[in-house]
Antibody
Framework: EVQLVESGGGLVKPGGSLRVSCAAS????????MNWVRQTPGKGLEWVSS????????YYADSVKGRFTISRDNANNSLILQMNSLRAEDTAVYYC???????????????WGQGTLVTVSS | DIQLTQSPSFLSASVGDRVTITCRAS??????LAWYQQKPGEAPKLLIY???TLQSGVPSRFSGSGSGTEFTLTISSLQPEDFATYYC?????????FGQGTKVEIK
């Protein structure tokens, strides 16, 4: 069974840093691109960052570029999001999601974790 | 960046109703569109991918159509468990944008 479990959320002051992680199991982690998506309380979904299976390709939303760093540890089946220079508007539930990309069969985020809440407040 | 606009943003319907949600892209995205359902306190759940392919395990009352810039999600007969918020997402290019969501509530 595919499982994605986020951890590391919490309360941090503006300007501070936080590292959230996603532990993956039930599939060959090193074969899949992974993503972070966030959701502000009561609001919609915002894609944050993507990383390819071998970390060769990395993408960020403009809202986090230069402040957040995505990485992965394929030996330990984990996805990491290092968040620096945090702002109040970064307060959100952060989800990790797996990308399934099969040629001619479409791309989709087929599995999601349950999310971890990051609160940026003084 | 590709913008996705969903309509309506809010929908009030009764059990058994046929419901249609539209997602319009600011530029062509071929069929690289997915639909997700989210209930309060839960992670999004994939319903449809490649604009019209039903994810395994999703009831057949859900269907998707469209290509290019206009897409629809249809629920043929709304069930009590379908009251939720629905999001479209484009996977044609980065950033992987989502629509703003459509909340389906009980009439």
């Amino acid at each position: 069974e595919v499982q994605l479990v986020e951890s590391g959320g919490g309360l941090v002051k503006p300007g501070g840093s936080l590292r959230v992680s996603c532990a993956a199991s039930g599939f060959t982690f090193k074969s899949y691109s992974m993503n972070w998506v966030r959701q502000t309380p009561g609001k919609g979904l915002e894609w944050v960052s993507s990383i390819s299976s071998s970390s060769s390709y990395i993408y960020y939303a403009d809202s986090v570029k230069g402040r957040f760093t995505i990485s992965r540890d394929n030996a330990n089946n984990s996805l990491i999001l290092q968040m620096n220079s945090l702002r109040a508007e970064d307060t959100a539930v952060y989800y990790c999601a797996r990308l399934l990309d099969v040629a001619a069969a479409g791309r989709r985020f087929d599995y999601w974790g349950q999310g971890t809440l990051v609160t940026v407040s003084s | 960046d590709i913008q996705l606009t969903q309509s309506p943003s809010f929908l009030s319907a009764s059990v058994g109703d046929r419901v249609t949600i539209t997602c319009r892209a600011s530029q062509g995205i071929s069929s690289y569109l997915a639909w997700y359902q989210q209930k309060p306190g839960e992670a999004p759940k994939l319903l449809i991918y490649a604009a019209s392919t039903l994810q395994s395990g999703v009831p057949s009352r859900f269907s998707g159509s469209g290509s290019g810039t206009e897409f629809t999600l249809t629920i043929s007969s709304l069930q009590p468990e379908d009251f939720a918020t629905y999001y479209c997402q484009q996977l044609n290019s980065y950033p992987r944008t989502f629509g703003q969501g459509t909340k389906v509530e009980i009439k």
